[in-house]
T-cell receptor, first 116, second 114 residues
Framework: AQSVTQLDSQVPVFEEAPVELRCNYS??????LFWYVQYPNQGLQLLLK??????LVKGINGFEAEFNKSQTSFHLRKPSVHISDTAEYFC??????????????FGKGTLLTVNP | DVKVTQSSRYLVKRTGEKVFLECVQD?????MFWYRQDPGLGLRLIYF???????EKGDIPEGYSVSREKKERFSLILESASTNQTSMYLC?????????????FGDGTRLSIL
């Protein structure tokens, strides 16, 4: 079984400031890692994913995340945020073994609020 | 682009009613999922289906059932709605062998049970 911990439930920042949203996971097997974003009154959309290879992955809207296997972390970063980045962000993991093990386990979400 | 369409954005029902939430995807995906989303709890998996007429329980199946008669359509059924089922419900789909495939989500149905 896997679990995902998003360490901050809310992160307020000012426009053009850098931001880091933290995600740690626990799993007895290797995992794939995802970040999703949910804008108000919408469903979730994929921001980025780590499957293999380079531990630094780049996603849409200028976001990037770094996979750290020793610390079991997958923190999301953006060097300069915009008002339009205000949304809830979810970290998720899935089992690499495949078969019926393709369910996603989500964290509880981090609400990013960008203030002018 | 993958399109996952949920039939209602907002729904108000009464305690004891039988409630149907419908979801349709247009990308021929094998896997479909139903989640509920509650503040502070994130997304929790109710049921998922990996093929027509196939289903598996997720983490919180109690009080719910599902139906998948056609590949593109996945229905969530509340047999006898209760107030604790007031929530946001999200449907998602993904291709087969989906461990490394992202799920595609609909816009959600906000369900209120009075």
């Amino acid at each position: 079984a896997q679990s995902v911990t998003q360490l901050d439930s809310q992160v307020p920042v000012f426009e053009e400031a850098p931001v880091e949203l933290r995600c740690n996971y626990s799993s007895s097997v290797s995992v794939y890692l995802f970040w999703y974003v949910q804008y108000p009154n919408q469903g979730l959309q994929l921001l980025l994913k780590y499957l293999s290879g380079s531990t630094l992955v780049k996603g849409i809207n200028g976001f990037e995340a770094e996979f750290n296997k020793s610390q079991t972390s997958f923190h999301l970063r953006k060097p300069s945020v915009h008002i339009s980045d205000t949304a809830e962000y979810f970290c998720a993991v899935s089992d690499r073994r495949g078969g019926s093990n393709y369910k996603l386990t989500f964290g509880k979400g981090t609400l990013l609020t960008v203030n002018p | 682009d993958v399109k996952v369409t949920q039939s209602s954005r907002y729904l108000v029902k009464r305690t004891g009613e039988k409630v149907f939430l419908e979801c349709v995807q247009d990308m021929d995906h094998e896997n479909m999922f139903w989640y509920r989303q509650d503040p502070g709890l994130g997304l929790r998996l109710i049921y998922f289906s990996y093929d027509v007429k196939m289903k598996e329980k997720g983490d919180i199946p109690e009080g719910y059932s599902v139906s998948r008669e056609k590949k593109e359509r996945f229905s969530l059924i509340l047999e006898s709605a209760s107030t604790n089922q007031t929530s946001m419900y999200l449907c998602a789909s993904s291709p087969v062998f989906g461990g490394n495939q992202p799920q595609h989500f609909g816009d959600g149905t906000r369900l209120s049970i009075l």
